[in-house]
């Protein structure tokens, strides 16, 4: 298994300003993603971040709008910048740990209100 | 990705079998069948996979079609932890590494005392 710690798990937010999300898991992994669930609906998948390349975002994401960080295979950081009040979503990170494994581990999610 | 299909709520009574319907009809032969869960508050969770053969484990079994466009995720006697969204996902196989978890709208599961 794969213990997941986001940080902040909630924050309130000023519209224009930026939120780091962080995401520490217990072991390595080879996959990470990072989710979007806004209030009421299913998760949709912003981007994979793999350590050592680009991440790899999903169509309506672009970097510039959600940079997300690996810098090693337990850690990743995805950041939401210039926020407005259509931010405001649950955002969840999830970890693979590779060929052979197919379950997938996801963290409690940080739970972001922009004002 | 193939899509898949599922009742927007179900209702149970505690203690009484599930049985949680999935449509997938446009599955390819390299797609498995995966099932997560979202309890109230709480990331998803991992709770079965298949392919072609009927699945058990702890948590709950898998009964695959043998067409495979449906699918049947049965648990045996629902409690009342068992209140969640329940997603039924297709998850293609490229030759050992696996395609991304695409999450649909799922099936909330309300449990009754």
């Known amino acids: 298994s794969a213990v997941i710690s986001q940080k902040p798990s909630r924050d309130i937010c000023q519209r224009g300003t930026s939120l780091t999300i962080q995401c520490q898991v217990d072991?390595?992994?080879?996959?990470m993603f990072w989710y979007r669930q806004q209030p009421g609906q299913s998760l949709t998948l912003i981007a994979t971040?793999?350590?050592?390349?680009?991440?790899?975002?999903e169509s309506g994401f672009v970097i510039d709008k959600f940079p997300i960080s690996r810098p090693n295979l337990t850690f990743s950081t995805l950041t939401v910048s210039n926020m407005s009040p259509e931010d405001s979503s649950i955002y969840l990170c999830?970890?693979?740990?590779?060929?052979?494994?197919?379950?997938?581990?996801f963290g409690q999610g940080t739970r972001l209100t922009v004002v | 990705d193939a899509k898949t299909t599922q009742p927007n709520s179900m209702e149970s009574n505690e203690e009484e079998p599930v049985h949680l319907p999935c449509n997938h009809s446009?599955?390819?032969?390299?797609?498995?069948i995966h099932w997560y869960r979202q309890l109230p508050s709480q990331g998803p969770e991992y709770v079965i996979h298949?392919?072609?053969s009927n699945v058990n484990n702890r948590m709950a079994s898998l009964a695959i079609a043998e067409d495979r466009k449906s699918s049947t995720l049965i648990l045996h006697r629902a409690t009342l932890r068992d209140a969640a969204v329940y997603y039924c996902?297709?998850?293609?196989?490229?030759?050992?590494?696996?395609?991304?978890?695409?999450f649909g709208k799922g099936t909330k599961l309300s449990v009754k005392p």
């Open positions: 999830s970890v693979e740990k590779g060929q052979g494994y197919t379950e997938a581990f």
């Open positions: 971040a793999n350590q050592g390349s680009e991440a790899t975002y």
């Open positions: 298949g392919l072609t």
């Open positions: 996902i297709l998850r293609r196989n490229y030759g050992g590494s696996q395609g991304n978890l695409i």
């Open positions: 446009t599955i390819s032969g390299t797609d498995y």
């Open positions: 072991s390595q992994v080879t996959m």
